[in-house]
């Protein structure tokens, strides 16, 4: 028996976007196409059960075959699921009532609405799969520094587009706040994170995170790149400051004035990129003491006190390195605090006639010690400072009960008495 063929334009059409796809095996294409075909037939003929698909993509046609029971004449109850005998002899000759008989079925013969639902539906799933081969190329490329082309800017978010015409999303929070782009700017940033939740596929890339300052450091120093120079710790605030701790396991080189280049020549393509951002590159030591020190430089320490159990620091300073240690706006500071993983507090030497003063700190087995951080937080972190202020400021600024701060002024004075 002669088969009917399903060969269309739209057909042709179909089969070929599969193809332009990439990594798009012979066997999902087919599997695809199938439940395409099934989706459509289900919906005509309310099950698609008693029905062969039977998909030929290197040809670009598809045949369908319907499988009906063979019941007597005027015994049809359901035209889908059974045939006459009298219909059933005209496709072979040779069926009996009770027996299946196969007939090949020209899908176009269902009209323009099937055909027209079926290229919606291929549509559909072709759009499905290609985000899903997005989804699988970008989930590995986290962490990897990506180009983008400024497609679209939004108040909350720019539409990136690469070279393949993949959509990535740069958010106003992932945006070091300095940056401007127009449409067709080229985009540096790095892939942060991979979504493809209910086939909504977004790419987020990121030009603040550490990862982004990491990776451009690799990019521009080859010992970065090649591990000879290791890369410790990173912190930032986008835009403004960084601070990068670097080690390398070989003697001969000087880990610091390798990022740094003659002259700063290395360092600055990155500083560039990062919109004029000030990076301190910092030697890295497993002895915190030191390398606290190092973070909180250009600063010079006197004296320092840590605390590896509550991982907080104390440093003294002359007073005039105390704004060097701080930092404009407080930056130096929190870097330092970020790139150490401690809290580092500030305190000024004392001079010599105040060699008999003492910090808060020696009398929290007699004050609590949430009342002496308040103290230090406003600057009295020393007893002559605290002694030093009126009864009245010390209310007043504290906001502490008057009983607290006689009760703390009692404990002070009796301790130089």
Sequence with gaps: MAKDSLKSSTMIDSFAEFKDLKNIDKTTMTSVLEDS???????????????????????????????????????????????????????DPE??????????????????????????????????????????????????????????IWSKEILLVDANGNEMLLPKSEQIPTDFYRKGDTVKAVVIRVDNKNNKLRIIVSRTSEEFLRR???????????GIITIK????????????????????????????????????????ELRNENIDVINYTSNISLYITRALSPAKIISLRVDEENKRAEVSLKPEEISMAIGKGGLNIKLADKLTGYKIEVFRELE??????????????????????ILKSLGYDTAKRVLNASREELIKKTDLEEVTIDNLLAVIRAEFE
């Design 95 to 152: 069926c009996e009532i009770g027996e299946e008989v196969a007939e090949s079925v020209n899908f176009l013969s269902f009209g323009r609405r099937a055909v027209l639902n079926l290229r919606q539906t291929l549509a559909s799933k072709i759009l499905e799969l290609h985000k899903e081969n997005i989804y699988e190329q970008y989930k590995d490329k986290v962490g990897q520094i990506v180009y983008g082309e400024v497609y679209q």
């Design 352 to 373: 010599s006639a105040d060699e008999e003063d003492i910090y808060l700190d020696e009398f929290n087995d007699e004050i609590e010690q949430w009342v002496i951080d």
């Design 37 to 91: 075909f099934r989706c459509v037939i289900s919906k005509m003929f309310g099950t698609d059960e008693n029905f062969d698909v039977i998909i030929n993509p290197d040809k670009g046609d598809c045949e369908i075959w319907r499988n009906r029971e063979v019941v007597a004449d005027g015994e049809v109850e359901d035209s889908n699921k059974q045939i006459s005998l009298t219909e059933a002899l005209v496709i």
């Design 233 to 272: 710790g990173i912190a930032r605030i986008p835009g403004e400051r960084a601070k990068v701790a670097v080690e390398t396991y070989d003697d001969r080189i000087d880990p610091v004035g390798s990022c740094v280049g003659v002259k700063g020549s290395r360092i600055h393509g990155i500083v560039r």
């Design 216 to 226: 451009l450091f690799e990019l521009e120093i080859p010992e970065v790149q090649e």
